[in-house]
């Protein structure tokens, strides 16, 4: 975070051109009565920066900036170029977007735009220099948002000029039409190519399309996206080198590459709006975890989350009392150095005015929310020392877009689900209290003692060496069904499933058994590591031989009774571990608790369920985050070590009491 403030971030995205400016006024009393510290302002707000095509009016935004500045509030400046503005649309229609049926989208929303319209690209381009010139010396600004949620409506295009786009980009890539042939498969079904221009895009076919060709085309929309980004990008570190750069990603999203993104981002930032329905905010929680590891575990920052209902599920539940701060104190306890929301004034009309906000329609600083967030903002003011630490983590999950976009292509045994594959690894590891790193499979892995695969359907080559070296020297590789298939074009991997991976696991697959939605299968234990003599698995069974692994857990009541359903295999110091079916919670559970003990990995601190425990730490501090997500109080016992309450200042006893919902930051001296 450094160049952006040695704070926590607290703020909002703030919209004043909706506004009057005797509201402006009343606004900038209230963020400083609320502790804010930073707000994102003229995300979209290019028909107003940019009312014709050779007029700009800067004016207003001028005196935003001023005012906030003098309150002694920073601006994460928008480059305002997510929704272009009628105009401009007018001037060049063919800046809208095509749907794969061929119909032209319509000014009326946001973000209607083709990520590869020059039209588009030449205007943004204009505009985000004018602001960069005029803002680039002006006190408040303290990091550029490009953009806006890239992809957020708009991830595929299939307009002319990205087919030709396409085609420019498969020639970039396989240099020759043999090599592309070949490598989509394009003998099946009288697919070949013989001229570049006969290569359309994957869009309305009779039936299935080609998958080579699909995943490559997700591979091109989610790199014309960031060339868009790229684009403003030089412009601002040419002009402002000094200024980070961020733009808003949005977790487990699926059309966009964000390891790919990520090396161009000064830093991480993303909107998390997990449902108040979930007791546990799990998969937020995952999100943070992979926000964090997109650059190695730099802290990211939580652009937007809502304080306290959304507006655009079927039924937008509000977060009760407590929970908006309960899961602003996760994000920290995951990696986050800055808590914002969208939005801070509930906007008076336009698709979004139910949309929680800050300041409520009513404008009152008694309403509850504002309260809660007023309280917030103080707290976080007492936290500057956690700015810039780490999560340690020696457990780490792979995570690959490319493979998310493969494993989920049609035409499979059955119909596959990626993030269904990787959260239940995370929801037992998140349960124990046990801190996870989430990582492209090519990072490093020297920091790690686990390495989890889960439904590794796509194996690049440059994945087997590495694997087989941290599972020779010791570590512990965990993976399941239907991993190490295809090749980086959707190729099936000859010679046997799964191929890459035969000899590191110790066993080969040899028929897959898909089994119906509600069907189920018995597992029996074939090891005393586990605890209960039967388990049950589902979705997906996999007939499997050893060559070296060692069953833990077989299955049973089936025509492939016997054959096993966990298999461990000793690798050098190492070892793998197999799941031949989607097991249940009871027998992964068991199988990582033995993981765990092996490496001696254990949680923070001893909690009861539904309390989460997390660390973060500097070179001579360790920060303990402990978050009681239930509704009734606990209390637990603390370190026998020098600790001190975050928010009191105080002196922390041998335990804590903690009310349901609430929170308890401790630091705590390291080298003790």
């Known amino acids: 975070m450094a160049g952006i403030t040695n704070r926590v971030l607290y703020g909002a995205d703030y919209n004043p051109e909706q506004w009057d400016r005797d509201v402006w006024i009343q606004d ?49 400046l928008a480059t305002a170029t997510a929704s272009p503005p009628a105009w401009l649309i007018a001037q060049h229609p063919d800046i809208l977007p095509v749907d794969q049926y061929g119909s032209r989208y319509v000014h009326g929303s946001r973000q209607h735009y083709c990520p590869n319209s020059q039209h588009y690209r030449g205007a943004a381009a204009q505009l985000v ?153 799990i998969t937020a929680a995952l999100g943070h975890d992979l926000m964090r590891g997109l650059k190695s575990g730099q802290p990211f920052i939580l652009m937007e989350q809502t304080p306290s209902a959304v507006n655009w599920r079927p039924v937008n539940l509000i977060k009760a009392p407590g929970v908006m701060r309960l899961w602003s104190y996760e994000a920290l306890a995951h990696g986050g150095d800055g808590v914002l929301f969208f939005q801070w004034r509930a906007s008076r009309a336009g698709s979004e005015k139910f949309h929680g906000a800050m300041v409520g329609h009513s404008g009152r600083r008694t309403d509850r929310v504002f309260q809660e967030v007023a309280h917030l903002g103080q707290e976080l003011a007492q936290l500057e020392g956690i700015v810039g630490s780490r999560v340690p983590a020696r457990v780490a999950i792979a995570f690959d877009w490319e493979n998310w976009w493969a494993l989920e292509l049609p035409s499979k045994p059955r119909d596959m689900n990626y993030i269904e594959r990787v959260v239940p690894y995370y929801r037992a590891l998140f349960t124990r209290n046990i801190a996870v790193d989430i990582i492209h499979p090519s990072m490093a892995l020297d920091n790690y003692d686990v390495l989890i695969l889960p439904g590794l359907y796509l194996f690049q080559d440059s994945y087997q060496s590495a694997l087989e070296s941290f599972v020779a020297r010791g570590g512990t590789l965990m ?91 000793q690798w050098g110091k190492g070892r793998s571990v197999y799941f031949a079916a989607l097991v249940d919670d009871s027998l992964l559970g068991e199988v990582i608790d033995n993981v765990l003990a092996h490496h001696q990995i254990t949680p923070p601190l001893a909690v009861p369920n539904g309390v989460e425990a997390r660390v973060r730490e500097t070179d001579d501090t360790r920060f303990h985050f402990v978050l009681n997500h239930r509704d009734d109080p606990v209390t637990i016992a603390l370190p026998a070590t020098p600790l001190i309450n975050l928010l009191t200042g105080e002196p922390a006893d041998n335990s804590a009491f903690i009310p349901g919902k609430d929170i308890l930051v401790l630091a705590e001296p390291k080298g003790r």
């Open 28 to 76: 900038a009393a209230l963020m400083q009565e609320a502790g804010i510290n930073m707000v994102s302002v003229g995300i979209f707000s290019w028909a107003l920066l940019q009312p014709e095509p050779d007029r700009f009016e800067f004016a207003w935004l001028d005196d935003i900036m001023d005012l906030l500045a003098n309150h002694g509030i920073s601006v994460d």
């Open 129 to 281: 220099r004018r602001l960069a010139e005029r803002y680039q010396n002006h006190p408040a600004l303290r990091m550029w948002h490009v953009n806006n949620e890239y992809g957020c409506h708009i991830a595929a295009c299939y307009c002319d000029t990205c087919q030709t786009a396409f085609r420019v980009w498969l020639k970039d890539r396989y240099q020759t039409l043999d090599v592309l042939n070949d490598r989509w498969g394009t003998a099946f079904w009288s697919q070949a190519y013989g001229q570049w221009d006969e290569i359309g895009l994957p869009g309305h076919t009779p039936t299935f399309r080609n998958p080579g060709q699909e995943l490559d085309y997700a591979r091109f929309m989610s790199d014309s996206l960031y060339a868009c980004y790229e684009q403003e990008a030089v412009i601002l570190r040419s002009m402002t080198p000094n200024v980070p750069l961020t733009t808003n990603f949005m977790g487990l999203f699926k059309p966009l590459d964000y390891f790919r993104w990520a090396p161009g981002l000064d830093v991480v930032s993303w909107d998390s709006y997990p449902d108040p329905a979930e007791a546990l905010p």
């Open 479 to 569: 993976t399941d069904f239907f991993s190490g298939i295809v090749d980086a074009n959707d190729r099936v991997r000859l010679g046997g499933y799964p191929a890459p991976l035969k000899d590191i696991l110790g066993l080969e697959v040899e028929e897959f058994y898909p089994l119906a939605n509600a069907g189920t299968v018995d597992v029996i234990s074939h090891s005393a590591v586990l605890k209960r003599e039967q388990y049950q698995a589902r979705f997906w069974a996999e007939h499997i031989h050893l060559t070296s692994a060692e069953p833990w857990a077989a299955f049973h009541g089936t025509f492939f009774s016997g054959a096993p359903a966990v298999a461990v295999n």
